[in-house]
């Protein structure tokens, strides 16, 4: 199967900091990016997506950024709390076929008081 | 919002048994299931799609005989660790694709293998 990276890096941030997590995704014919939150032991949960055909989508204290010329995808946290702790993916929408879901390495976010 | 369940939260069993793994959609229909196996602080990989009423596609390296996936509702597809050895402890998430084609994932399956 595919995966990206077999290690997990850390953002440490203090509670109340801006966090922005990063990720680079690999098939320029991905049309749809979600971001998730996983804490340990649990299924991935759906923070907030975005589709090709945007550069930018707002919600409740996250942004999402998408720069499909390098690539990249990369999440914004404002005023982080420690339950926002957690690991956090990226993932990208393979478009054709069955549309499987092919997820990043991921990043350990660490709020600290 | 749509919920997916999966069955069981955690397994330990013998070498060389086998190990059936339950993903249920709980208020809508899935035609398209995925089943992903997670190594501890790794990320999600993709392990094969469910497909209602017809074989499961496996993504490269992933062996379909020693896992088994039937998807024989619309509602269930389950996943059979065959022959269960203890490198095949890990932690198996399963998905559903649901409304307006957003994936949902279950809580996930801690396999240990002794």
């Known amino acids: 199967g595919e995966n990206v990276g077999l290690h997990l890096p850390t953002l440490s941030v203090q509670e109340g900091d801006n966090s922005i997590i990063n990720c680079a995704y690999s098939?320029?014919?991905?049309?749809?990016f979600i971001w998730y939150k996983q804490e340990s032991g649990k299924g991935p949960q759906f923070i907030i997506d975005?589709?090709?055909?945007?550069d930018k989508r707002q919600g409740q204290r996250v942004t999402v950024l998408l720069n499909k010329t390098v690539k990249h995808l990369s999440l914004q946290i404002a005023a982080t709390q420690p339950g926002d702790s957690a690991v956090y993916f990226c993932a990208e929408n393979r478009a054709g076929g069955y549309n499987k879901l092919i997820f990043g390495a991921g990043t350990r976010l660490a709020v600290h008081p | 919002g749509a919920v997916v369940s999966q069955h069981p939260s955690r397994v330990i069993c013998k070498s060389g048994t086998s190990v059936k793994i339950e993903c249920r959609s709980l208020d809508f229909q899935a035609t398209t299931m995925f089943w992903y196996r997670q190594f501890p602080k790794q990320s999600l990989m993709l392990m094969a799609t469910s497909n209602e009423g017809s074989k499961a596609t496996y993504e490269q390296g992933v062996e379909k005989d020693k896992f088994l996936i039937n998807h024989a509702s619309l509602t269930l597809s389950t996943l059979t660790v065959t022959s269960a050895h203890p490198e095949d402890s890990s932690f198996y998430i399963c998905?559903?694709?649901?409304?307006?084609?957003?994936?949902?994932f279950g809580s996930g399956t801690q396999l240990s293998v002794l």
């Open positions: 098939n320029s014919a991905s049309d749809y």
């Open positions: 998905s559903a694709r649901g409304p307006n084609e957003k994936l949902f």
């Open positions: 975005i589709r090709s055909n945007m």
